[in-house]
């Protein structure tokens, strides 16, 4: 008995029937008729495709080609990111701290002790975090592998969190 095997855009897999879809059905040949909603009847290679390749999608099967996954990002890329968040980490901890604002309105104050105080806890304040910044980086330079960097980035984000 002959088959008839669809692919559709609202099933999973492939439907295999005993009859063709009649004119009830929007059937089409392209993948902008799947798109729209068509049901698409496929050839003996797509048919082979799909069972020779059982985790397929429908467009694979369509297309009678495997996608590639998306590549992993390169060490190279993963230390250019942990770079940038520690560095934005740190600016938004300052800031968080010692809101801009705060620091203009301070230097028109004349509070001269109120002011040396609260500049000497801002100074000591951004000190550390660049005692904490900079190890970061020179770690997340040096490191050999996701991991490392990973880990150094969690330490820097522990680090920054007492503050």
């Not at 801009?100 to 100074?123: D, L």
């Amino acid at each position: 008995m002959e088959k008839f095997i669809y692919i559709q855009k609202d099933t999973k897999g492939v439907v295999e029937l005993d009859i063709a879809l009649g004119e009830g059905y929007m059937t089409g040949s392209s993948w902008d008729d799947y798109l729209q909603g068509a049901w698409l009847l496929l050839t003996d290679a797509q048919i082979g495709f799909a069972q020779a390749n059982s985790g397929a999608s429908h467009r694979e099967i369509f297309d009678m080609q495997l996608t590639s996954p998306p590549a992993e990002p390169t060490l190279s890329d993963v230390k250019s990111s942990a770079l940038n968040q520690v560095e934005q980490t740190a600016d938004s901890k300052l800031q968080e701290l010692y809101p801009p604002f705060v620091i203009i309105a301070k230097a028109y104050s004349t509070n001269e002790a109120e002011n040396a105080a609260y500049f000497e806890g801002f100074n000591r304040t951004q000190q550390s975090i660049d005692t904490f910044r900079f190890a970061a980086i020179a770690a997340i330079n040096q490191a050999a592998n996701r991991e490392a960097v990973n880990a150094t980035v969690d330490v820097f984000n522990s680090q920054i969190a007492v503050l």
